[in-house]
């Protein structure tokens, strides 16, 4: 296959603040004189919108990313380039140089540029593929503390000027909280939750269309409901519920991206029967002496995980039965409530 030439001309990345996609801003239907002078490429990053509730915050945790282009079917770049930024998104500094096509036909639709957050190496999955990319054969990594989110960008038939990408997210965020209702509970020490009966493969194929106008790709599973997922060492005491017997929630996830923040990334899928959590604790009793024992309560769940939603998970230590409260709370963020 052959590339175009790239000829040298620095590139400026620029952080936008607020959205303002631009993906073809320009009247397709105009002609496009060609130029005899190599013009740089600009990019920026375009936030979420503040209408909404992103699964986390871009322009704080996002430090790096690859972006790619196309022209028509064929890539315009040899290969992804690296962009990072050392100051929390101001700007943005790339590893390449590169510029728009010095001679553009009448009728040139302009380049597709494709972007990809390299979270645990995640370009080994990614593939140029029919005009679009993909991340081919993903697999969850078993290991919580490894896992991260998928995030990408599609900016369609940008032909000048300033490119947004505008970033969305291809998995669900599985969070958890939990609370001690029960009177005759001392304290609850959670030392581990699982999550399995759950698919942890497959392939995601970036939309065709741009991000910026929230399109979004499609997952195709690859494997059984099979994958289970285990935080560790979770070490978090919940205290005696008060007069009242409703317990303070406290959290066991922090999505700060880093290893023991307990957040689980897994692939977007529908179950009613295989999904399962298992909590272990380990239970003082308030009349035993400071008695204790360890608990394993299994409960099934079932799931309905969208790309780009957070789900969190509260547990609840009650006096009765295991049940369900199924809360939304907004676009992107979703709570469900179980009692153990």
């Known amino acids: 296959m052959n590339y175009k030439s790239l000829t040298t001309a620095a590139i400026l990345f620029l ?22 002078e190599s013009e740089a490429i600009l990019f920026r990053v375009d936030n979420p919108s503040s209408s909404r509730t992103s699964t986390r915050d871009f322009a704080t945790s996002v430090t790096d990313f690859k972006v790619t282009a196309l022209d028509g079917q064929t890539p315009y770049f040899s290969s992804p380039m690296d962009v990072f930024s050392t100051d929390n998104g101001s700007s943005w500094i790339s590893t390449a140089e590169t510029s728009w096509p010095a001679n553009r ?59 947004g ?40 194929y970036f939309p065709k269309a741009s991000t910026a106008t929230d399109s979004k790709g499609n997952w195709t599973l690859i494997d059984s409901p099979n994958a289970s997922y285990t935080i560790n060492h979770v070490a978090v005491i919940l205290p005696a519920c008060g007069s009242n017997c409703k317990g303070e929630i406290v959290s066991l996830s922090h999505d700060t991206r880093t290893a023991g923040d307990n957040v689980m990334y897994l692939i977007p899928q529908n179950t009613e029967e295989s999904a399962y959590i298992k909590v272990t604790a380990r239970i003082t009793l308030k009349d035993a002496a400071g008695a204790s024992y360890i608990s394993e ?32 709370a907004d676009f992107r963020e979703i709570s469900i409530s179980t009692d153990l």
């Open 15 to 36: 952080a936008a603040t607020v959205f303002t996609a631009c993906s073809a801003d320009e009247d397709l239907d105009s002609p496009l004189a060609p130029s005899t």
């Open 165 to 204: 990408l505008h970033f969305q997210n291809a998995l669900s965020q599985i969070t958890f909280t939990a609370q001690n209702n029960h009177p005759a509970y001392e304290n609850v020490e959670i030392l581990s939750i699982e999550l399995g009966g759950v698919k942890g493969s497959g392939s995601y």
């Open 297 to 328: 309560e299994v409960t099934s769940i079932a799931v309905d995980w969208k790309e780009g939603q957070r789900y969190n998970y509260n547990i609840e230590w009650n006096p009765t039965q295991i049940t369900f409260d199924v809360k939304v």
């Open 105 to 163: 036909p009448a009728g040139w639709k302009g380049l597709t540029f494709i972007a990809y957050v390299d979270d645990a190496h995640h370009g080994r999955y990614f593939e140029l593929n029919d005009g679009g990319a993909s991340f081919t054969g993903y697999t969850v990594p078993s290991d919580v503390r490894s896992q991260s989110d998928l995030m990408y960008a599609v900016a369609k038939d940008v032909r000048s000027g300033s490119v």
